[in-house]
């Protein structure tokens, strides 16, 4: 330990920029310097990439610290945080990396800023590897908002591989406490719907392709609900370069959402990215927990810092969450425990992540 400073090592479990994103957004709520070693030590191409940089670019400006070794292709890095402020800030990775995760390392620092903010996040918004922003809008927001906190996202400029381009503007207060969540009741599933787009140069026909290839998908294990998939072309204005993909959202009678999703890209068939999506969403209605895998871990940094306990109900708990829980308890004083859920039904793999939140409380109000 080089004083306080906590030692976390990037190469373990995921081994990937979501051990950055925790640790340094726990780093800065927590006012704890860090170094992080080895940093995406066993990616073909180690270290930083302008999408993991720009993370910890917005994190050094939210609160006024100091990051070292944040140049790309670094393996290591120090941060000492400063205060948490408010106001304006831009992210710009000037690649397609995803602006949803450049929202995932900023947002939980921002609640507990001393005024309100507005992020200007710009790179890709549908992007491989990482949330849709469409999935951030229609599944992310509407549950994480039930930890009592809300947040508005308006989607100025959508950009694609491999140039981005994309913006979108986050705009949030900042709260006092967060409030523990209990998501354990899936309910029925009571609707299906989602958008297929297309932007740029590709024709509308696509779009229509993948939403009808994904309703076959879906009917074949659901018959009798009403599926509204909206085949979209994004206006001109509004999309940088080319792209396509599609989100399908099921909604139960408790509030849960579950979706699948996929990207279009070259020499794909258009009706097997359709297909793809409602594999996905299938495999995550078929496990009985009330979130999908990319929701699992995207929770874990909220019910630590939540005050009291929180208990959802997932499916099989994936290495990212795995990940998110171990340096969230590494960090922080919240005490996590998973279980295997007590189902009546054997068929079901669902298990329940509950966490002892540590109670953050926002000194600046």
């Known amino acids: 330990m080089d004083g306080d400073r906590v ?11 979501q051990i950055l994103r925790v640790s340094t957004a726990l780093s800065c709520l927590l006012g704890v310097p860090l170094r992080v070693r080895r940093i995406r030590a066993g990616r073909s191409q180690p270290g930083l990439r302008p999408q ?48 949803c995760l450049l929202m995932q390392v900023a947002m939980p620092c921002v609640l507990f800023a001393a005024s309100p903010s507005e992020l200007h996040l710009k790179g890709g ?7 849709q922003i469409d999935y951030t809008v229609m599944v992310f927001k509407p549950i994480v908002e039930k930890f009592n906190f809300t947040f508005n996202c308006d989607i100025k400029k959508r950009g694609y591989y491999p140039q981005g381009g994309g913006e979108v503007i986050v705009q ?5 406490e967060l409030s523990p969540v209990n998501l354990t009741e899936r309910g029925t599933v009571t609707k299906i719907y989602g958008r297929a787009f297309v932007a740029g140069a590709l024709p509308i026909k696509l779009a229509k392709d993948m939403s009808a290839a994904a309703v076959r998908c879906i009917r074949k294990e659901i018959r009798d609900l009403y599926i509204n998939i909206q085949p979209v072309r994004e206006p001109d204005d509004q999309a940088f370069g080319t792209g396509s993909g599609i989100i399908i959202v099921a909604e139960t009678s408790t509030g849960c959402l579950l979706a699948g999703s996929s990207l279009g890209k070259r020499g794909k068939n258009s009706d097997k990215v359709g297909i793809e999506a ?11 927990g009330t979130v999908d895998d990319s929701l699992q871990d995207q929770l874990i940094i909220f019910m630590a810092l939540a005050k009291g306990v929180s208990r959802v109900k997932s499916g099989p708990i994936t290495l990212h969450t795995q990940t998110a829980i171990h340096f969230a308890e590494q960090l922080t004083k919240a005490k996590f425990t998973v279980k295997k859920s007590e189902e009546e039904d054997p068929s079901k793999d669902a298990y329940i992540i509950e966490c002892e939140g540590m109670g953050m409380i926002n000194p600046n109000l």
């Open 278 to 288: 409602a594999e996905i969403l299938l495999r995550n209605l078929k496990h009985g």
């Open 172 to 176: 949030m207060s900042p709260v006092k």
């Open 125 to 131: 918004t549908n992007a491989e590897m990482a949330p």
């Open 52 to 99: 993991h940089l720009s993370g910890l670019e917005i994190i050094r400006d939210l609160c006024e610290g100091k990051l070292e070794g944040g140049e790309i292709g670094s393996t290591e890095i120090t941060f000492t945080p400063g205060k948490i402020r408010g106001g304006t800030h831009i992210a710009d990775t000037k690649t397609a990396g995803s602006v």
């Open 7 to 17: 030692e976390i090592d990037g190469g373990i479990m995921e081994g990937g920029g």
